[in-house]
């Protein structure tokens, strides 16, 4: 059964600064690996999506790194702002079968 | 486009009384997932539909719990009997095939 691990599950940070969020994975037969952003009683915003034969995808000041092999993605945000202040989901997809989801990490940039 | 849209988009009801939250995927999409939200836990997998296959209901909590998809388009999430433990926000989502999974704003459900 595949289980996504998140660490760490709060932080904070002053703005400006760069910061790495992680997601552990368990099984390594994935197709693919999203990551999402939710406000605060909001839904779920993707964000960054990685396929299984990709090792990494960026987006503006997003970058994910994927290591498939390792069971092992990250999520690297520069030059952190207020407005990033929200909760961070990896979610791994094996397939036709649904996503599984960490618990997330709780991210404030403080100004 | 549209992307997924739910109704209501918050909902109280009483202990015991039933249900009805609406999803409308994005058009075309032949994937729908339902998922729930509860204080403190991570997003939990309810169901799934995949084109005009047999929905995928092992994430069901209990037998209260029901969904339909009709016309391949539209899905309602059905709770008969509510309980307290019910209570959270349930989430939609649809995508094409194994592609990104596009999420609605969720319906919050309180019972009381």
């Known amino acids: 059964k595949q289980e996504v691990t998140q660490i760490p599950a709060a932080l904070s940070v002053p703005e400006g600064e760069n910061l790495v969020l992680n997601c552990s994975f368990t099984d390594s037969a994935i197709y693919n690996l999203q990551w999402f952003r939710q406000d605060p009683g909001k839904g779920l915003t993707s964000l960054l999506l990685i396929q299984s034969s990709q090792r990494e995808q960026t987006s503006g000041r997003l970058n994910a790194s994927l290591d498939k092999s390792s069971g092992r993605s990250t999520l690297y945000i520069a030059a952190s702002q207020p407005g990033d202040s929200a909760t961070y989901l990896c979610a791994v997809n094996s397939g036709n079968t649904p996503l599984v989801f960490g618990k997330g990490t709780r991210l404030s940039v403080i100004a | 486009g549209a992307g997924v849209s739910q109704s209501p988009s918050n909902k109280v009801t009483e202990k015991g009384k039933d249900v009805e939250l609406r999803c409308d995927p994005i058009s075309g999409h032949t994937a729908l997932y339902w998922y729930r939200q509860s204080l403190g836990q991570g997003l939990e997998f309810l169901i799934y539909?995949?084109?005009?296959?047999?929905?995928?209901k092992s994430g069901l909590p209990s037998d209260r719990f029901s969904a339909e998809r009709t016309g391949g388009s539209v899905s309602t999430l059905t709770i008969q009997r509510t309980q307290q433990e019910d209570s959270a926000v349930y989430l939609c989502?649809?995508?094409?095939?194994?592609?990104?999974?596009?999420f609605g704003p969720g319906t919050r459900l309180t019972v009381l």
């Open positions: 989502a649809s995508s094409q095939s194994t592609d990104t999974q596009y």
């Open positions: 539909f995949q084109g005009n296959s047999a929905p995928d």
